[in-house]
């Protein structure tokens, strides 16, 4: 939808009228944003923090916190979407997502594992080893509060959306070994517990303070995905992933159309 807005105001471009317009909006837009409340991180040693200090006072004033507009909150709408954009590809990039929890839910936690047991025990070898695609998985996302299923530089597209439900079969339906289970703990741990630069802490923590997760909240997080079972995966699965909220969305070349319409995928045309 990006490309295709972007294309439209190209092609507006051509009324004489219209750049004048646009820049005027561009301008309402630059006023809007520099006068929104600012945070400033500044990561150095100890001792040039005072003159890195007074050397910003100098250019960022003071501001009255009072006289401050209300938060910037772009509209969006949220919906269930079924489209298939057809371009000039040779493979089929495939997508479905579902509403899920945010990350303050309990369930967050469960989401997050079930991402790379899926992954990795069936999703891997259905998609991209017997699929033949570049790659593909799930995920769970919590800034969007989504779940979804994914593949990309695929040369299937229906059995692909196919292996997302089987997926999902197979989850409930299949004794699973705890090895698989510990796995994916593992892999979720591990990115938790990823080391970083002491400036990469410094800016991680900061950006973790600003949206509300104290170490205490990261703490007990880990602490979840820890005591995360198999009876927690097809729980979560079976309340949160309902068919009828899930939207479906493909990249596909024009020879794979009419496979999507079947599915019933309309087409978007870039």
Request: hydrophobic share 40%; proline share 6%.
């Amino acid at each position: 939808e990006g490309i295709r807005r972007l294309k439209a105001l190209d092609d507006g471009l051509a009324d004489a009228a219209r750049p004048a317009e646009l820049q005027r909006e561009l301008e309402g837009l630059r006023d809007l944003l520099v006068a929104l409340p600012r945070r400033l991180l500044v990561i150095s040693e100890a001792g040039e923090q005072a003159a890195i200090r007074k050397g910003l006072e100098a250019v960022w004033p003071a501001r009255d916190e009072a006289a401050e507009p209300p938060p910037f909150a772009p509209s969006f709408s949220a919906g269930r979407l079924q489209e298939a954009w057809v371009t000039s590809t040779q493979v089929s990039f495939c997508a479905r997502a579902y509403p899920v929890v945010s990350p303050a839910a309990p369930d967050a936690a469960v989401l997050m594992v079930l991402g790379g047991f899926l992954r990795n025990g069936f999703l891997h070898r259905a998609i991209r080893e017997q699929g033949g695609a570049y790659g593909g998985g799930a995920a769970y996302d919590g800034d969007s509060a989504t779940f979804r299923f994914y593949s990309y530089r695929d040369p299937r597209l229906g059995e692909t959306l196919a292996d997302f439900d089987r997926a999902l079969d197979w989850l409930q339906s299949t004794g699973h070994e705890p090895r698989t289970l510990e796995e994916a703990v593992l892999g979720v741990v591990a990115r938790i517990d990823q080391p970083a630069s002491p400036a990469g802490e410094a800016q991680r923590s900061f950006y973790s303070l600003l949206h509300g997760r104290t170490p205490e909240h990261r703490r007990a997080f880990r602490q979840a995905v820890l005591g995360v079972s198999l009876d927690d995966l097809r729980r979560v699965a079976a309340q949160c992933l309902d068919p009828e909220l899930a939207s479906t969305v493909v990249v596909c070349s024009r020879t794979a159309q009419d496979e999507a319409e079947r599915h019933g995928l309309v087409a978007q045309t870039l």
